[in-house]
Nanobody, 116 residues
Framework: QVQLVESGGGLVQPGGSLRLSCIIYENNPTIQHIAWYRQAPEEEHELVAK?????TTTYADSVKGRFTISRDRNTVYLQLNDLKPEDTAMYHC????????????WGPGTQVTVSS
């Protein structure tokens, strides 16, 4: 089982920024895709950003131009800029691995709250 652990969430004012991190606890993972999802209370689980090994990156319309997904070795990042109250949610990291650790893996989440 591959463990993912997110960090970087918190309380921020509207217009502020955060950087979420997700550490993949696996040696030299072979990654098919990385992604961030979020879920607000009583809302659907929503894909925020996804980047594939083929070089395709997609964003939810609501975050385009404000959020950026990236990866550096075993850490996946989500840069959140110009935050809005409607961005308040639990953010989850997701990776899909191929090879010996084939599977879809999720982190427990980190809470982002945007409020004045």
């Amino acid at each position: 089982q591959v463990q993912l652990v997110e960090s970087g969430g918190g309380l921020v004012q509207p217009g502020g920024s955060l950087r979420l991190s997700c550490i993949i606890y696996e040696n030299n993972p072979t990654i098919q895709h990385i992604a961030w999802y979020r879920q607000a209370p009583e809302e659907e689980h929503e894909l925020v950003a996804k980047s594939t090994s083929e070089g395709t990156t997609t964003y939810a319309d609501s975050v385009k131009g404000r959020f950026t997904i990236s990866r550096d070795r075993n850490t996946v990042y989500l840069q959140l800029n110009d935050l809005k109250p409607e961005d308040t949610a639990m953010y989850h990291c997701n990776v899909f691995l191929v090879g010996p650790r084939y599977g879809d893996y999720w982190g427990p989440g980190t809470q982002v709250t945007v409020s004045s």
